[in-house]
């Protein structure tokens, strides 16, 4: 699993989820009431809406460096109707002696679970902390073979791109944002490597971050495979956030399941 912790300062910048992701899952927390559990909640991006919408909310993060972002995010936004309370944790080995009744695993989160074994562990994790009849709303990468095979099966340094150019908030710096990608077939995985260039307004570099991530990938065989072996039952799989059914054309698999009764 990454350290996330270096990627703090940058995350939020390049990081800025999936269209109508947010209020797909505010609106399931409301819908419910809570309280809910977020796992991998970051720099609380979608936790503190949820606060916001007079929903408790707990968010479960082993990045301390994140989870401290969000605290001074929330210490700029003040009292929120609903509580945020945030927990230091890993998602494949956690125990809060408390049941939830809807759990949220936002923006990829369950792809940074690399082997059988920790997507297992993660999911048990999970099952407990559900109450009987509980939702839990996880979103992965739809994986296709044309998706995969453009990436190089090995790393190849001439792949680097600049993908983004932005600028930094409250600084005369731009952010160059350099990525290449290469996957591991055995075993299902997408390794990653980002390169933070911070430039100033004379075109000098003044600083420079490389970061890595590797995220395994999942077919919708796969994931219906881990999720009823763990114990879950599928209520509904979805290509999009706004309710359209998995289908071959979709880039993400948002899967609806519950703790049975």
Same mark, same amino acid.
């Given at each position: 699993?990454?350290?996330?912790?270096?990627? %703090?300062?940058?995350?939020?910048?390049?990081?800025?989820?999936? *269209? !109508?992701? $947010?209020? /797909?899952?505010?609106?399931? +927390?409301?819908?419910?009431?809570?309280?809910?559990?977020?796992?991998?909640?970051?720099?609380?991006?979608?936790?503190?809406?949820?606060?916001?919408?007079?929903?408790?909310?707990?968010?479960?993060?082993?990045?301390?460096?994140?989870?401290?972002?969000?605290?001074?995010?929330?210490?700029?936004?003040?009292?929120?109707?609903?509580?945020l309370t945030?927990?230091?944790?890993?998602?494949?080995?956690?125990?809060?002696?408390?049941?939830?009744?809807?759990?949220?695993?936002?923006?990829?989160?369950?792809?940074?679970?690399?082997?059988?074994?920790?997507?297992? %562990?993660?999911?048990?994790?999970?099952?407990?902390?559900?109450? *009987? !009849?509980? $939702?839990? /709303?996880?979103?992965?990468? +739809?994986?296709?073979?044309?998706?995969?095979?453009?990436?190089?099966?090995?790393?190849?340094?001439?792949?680097?791109?600049?993908?983004?150019?932005?600028?930094?908030?409250?600084?005369?710096?731009?952010?160059?944002?350099?990525?290449?990608?290469?996957?591991?077939?055995?075993?299902?995985?997408?390794?990653?490597?980002?390169?933070?260039?911070?430039?100033?307004?004379?075109?000098?570099?003044?600083?420079?971050?490389?970061?890595?991530?590797?995220?395994?990938?999942?077919?919708?065989?796969?994931?219906?495979?881990?999720?009823?072996?763990?114990?879950?039952?599928i209520e509904?799989?979805?290509?999009?956030?706004?309710g359209a *059914?998995?289908?071959?054309?979709?880039?993400?698999?948002?899967?609806?399941?519950?703790?049975?009764?």
């Amino acid at each position: 699993m990454a350290d996330f912790d270096p990627w %703090a300062p940058y995350y939020d910048l390049i990081h800025k989820g999936l *269209p !109508g992701e $947010a209020e /797909f899952y505010v609106g399931q +927390a409301i819908k419910r009431g809570g309280p809910v559990l977020e796992i991998g909640c970051g720099t609380g991006r979608i936790a503190i809406p949820i606060a916001l919408s007079g929903v408790d909310v707990a968010g479960l993060d082993n990045s301390g460096n994140m989870l401290a972002l969000c605290r001074e995010k929330m210490a700029q936004i003040g009292e929120t109707p609903g509580a945020l309370t945030l927990i230091d944790a890993d998602m494949r080995d956690f125990s809060l002696h408390k049941q939830y009744p809807l759990i949220l695993m936002t923006y990829r989160t369950f792809m940074h679970c690399l082997t059988p074994e920790e997507q297992l %562990a993660c999911l048990a994790c999970i099952h407990e902390h559900l109450t *009987p !009849g509980g $939702a839990l /709303f996880l979103n992965v990468w +739809a994986a296709n073979a044309a998706a995969l095979f453009a990436f190089p099966a090995s790393f190849q340094e001439d792949t680097e791109r600049l993908l983004e150019c932005m600028p930094v908030p409250g600084e005369d710096i731009v952010l160059e944002h350099f990525y290449t990608a290469w996957r591991d077939d055995f075993r299902q995985v997408i390794h990653e490597r980002h390169s933070l260039r911070e430039v100033d307004s004379d075109g000098n570099q003044v600083h420079e971050e490389a970061l890595r991530m590797t995220r395994a990938w999942f077919t919708p065989r796969e994931m219906e495979h881990l999720l009823c072996r763990a114990g879950f039952e599928i209520e509904a799989v979805l290509g999009d956030f706004d309710g359209a *059914p998995l289908g071959p054309e979709h880039k993400e698999m948002v899967w609806h399941v519950r703790r049975p009764q």
